[in-house]
C-alpha cells in the first residue's frame, strides 16, 4: 500500500511539473546543439577562414615568458559563440513569433 502511494506520488510530481517535457526539451536542445555546432565548423568557419590571412590562426599563441596563452583557439570559439547565438536567435524568432510577449 505505502509502495503506491509514492508511486502516484511520483506520478504527480512528473504531470504537475511537466517533467517529461523538460526532458524533451532538454534532447532537443541538445541535438539542435550539435546541428548547429555542425552548421558552424563545416559550413561557416571555413568560409570566414578564407578572409583570415593565413590558416593556421586557431592555433596561435601568445607567449608570456613560460606561459602561452591561446588567443586564436580563444578568438574561433568566440566567433563559433557569436554564430551559434545569432542563428538560435533566428529559429526562436522564427518559432516564436506568434507568441510575441508584449512587455509593460
Known amino acids: 500500500m505505502k509502495k503506491l502511494k509514492v508511486q502516484k506520488e511520483f506520478m504527480d510530481f512528473l504531470k504537475e511539473y511537466k517533467i517529461v517535457a523538460l526532458a524533451i526539451a532538454f534532447i532537443m536542445g541538445a541535438a539542435a546543439t550539435t546541428l548547429i555546432k555542425s552548421l558552424v565548423d563545416n559550413i561557416i568557419m571555413p568560409i570566414i ?56
Do not use: H, N, R
Request: glycine share 8%; proline share 2%.
Open 49 to 104: 577562414t578564407v578572409f583570415i590571412p593565413s590558416g593556421s590562426w586557431k592555433t596561435a599563441t601568445y607567449s608570456l615568458g613560460s606561459i602561452a596563452i591561446g588567443w586564436g583557439s580563444f578568438l574561433s570559439e568566440l566567433i563559433s559563440f557569436f554564430i551559434i547565438a545569432v542563428v538560435v536567435f533566428i529559429v526562436v524568432k522564427k518559432v516564436m513569433k506568434d507568441d510575441k510577449i508584449t512587455k509593460e
